[in-house]
């Protein structure tokens, strides 16, 4: 068999074994932490103890922010976010987005209004969110899509002029830096964090939301305990939406080493740039000039007029070479079942990208040669992309033979 022919035209796999797409981050030594989780399990306060005060504290340090106040989920913190806004209002957000986003607006009785994101990035176009604010717009909600930072500036000089809150989903982006050099976190009413298993920096599971406003994150802590001050006099409908010690403690276990892993993550991704860099009809998301991604996923743009093949394609020709894939976000939103019914405009750029873009293996534990291999695969595809475009229209057929 050769090496130089996919497996698809009878070529050898360079990856005999198939690496995961994503992974949580390496851990320090963990001897230390197996010892603090026996003290929070012998001590008995599972829940709002010293951990979770600690890792508020440090994590609003590290992110240069007022206030961050550690819930159960992204989710949780984004419904909790919008609990305050007027109920049957609209939200104004991408769709080229996880699904939590509009499913937090939902949960709140809020309407999702889907905007469509730059022509260059994949962030929420500030043009298309301003054409799509009206008077029932409550919020908008830009999203740092694969870690990358939205223009956030933009959205919020959008935001003041309509008289709405800008509110931001930063679930992939800790570590991320703003163009003026400030670190994600800082920006809008509020930004909120995942620290889910596959995040750069995580606590088991759990989420971070930051603000410079004193009142919410005094409203969003009692928010987060069912809307109880204490008193058992709920102030509010809340949500139980802690975080728990035993994951406060692995998050703050983990913040020393963080910049380390990212800078570890970020050194593999320059490492696929460097490999495909010639590679004809390979687009890497574009990170604004000043600013740094997570690239919590490392998603391709295919070109198929250059590339030769088009993504879905590619992805049955990694899939036989053994490396992993995932079409972030295809369905975008608004195609999901659950969303068909929510009326939405043309959003040709973010229909473009779903259909092109694809989540090539990336987490901070990767081997040079893993990251080295996968390329050659994606390389070896290309230089015999009409081979393979045959041989999947081939198989195709056989497969649809084989139901009839």
Known sequence: MS???????????LLTQTPPLARPPLLREHGDLLAVFGDIVAGGT???????????VELARF?????????SSCTSGLMLLMRGLSPGGAVVMPSFTFMASAHAARWNGLRPVFADIESGGFGLSAS?????VDDRTVAILGVHVFGTPCDADALAEVAAARGVPLLLDAAPAFGAVYPDGTRVGGKGLAEVFSLSPTKPFTAGEGGIITTANE????????????????????LFVGLNARMPELSAALALHQLPGFPDLL???LALVDRYRAALADVPGIEFPRVPPGATSTHKDLSLTIDPARFGIDRDTLVVALRAENVPTRNYFDPP???????RQVASGPLPNTEARAAAVVAVPLYSGMTDDVVDRICAVVRRIQAHADGVAQAVRSTLRIRSAEHV
């Open 263 to 265: 800078a570890r993550r």
């Open 215 to 234: 009142d919410l994150a005094r409203e969003l802590r009692t928010a987060r305990e069912y809307g109880n001050p204490g008193t058992f006099d709920s």
């Open 333 to 339: 939103v608004h195609r999901q079942t659950a969303y």
């Open 3 to 13: 090496v130089k022919e996919p497996v698809l035209l009878g070529g050898r796999p």
């Open 128 to 132: 298309a969110a301003s054409a799509a």
């Open 63 to 71: 992110l240069g922010v007022a206030h961050a106040v550690a819930v």
């Open 46 to 56: 599972l829940t709002k103890g010293g951990h979770l005060a600690a890792l508020e």
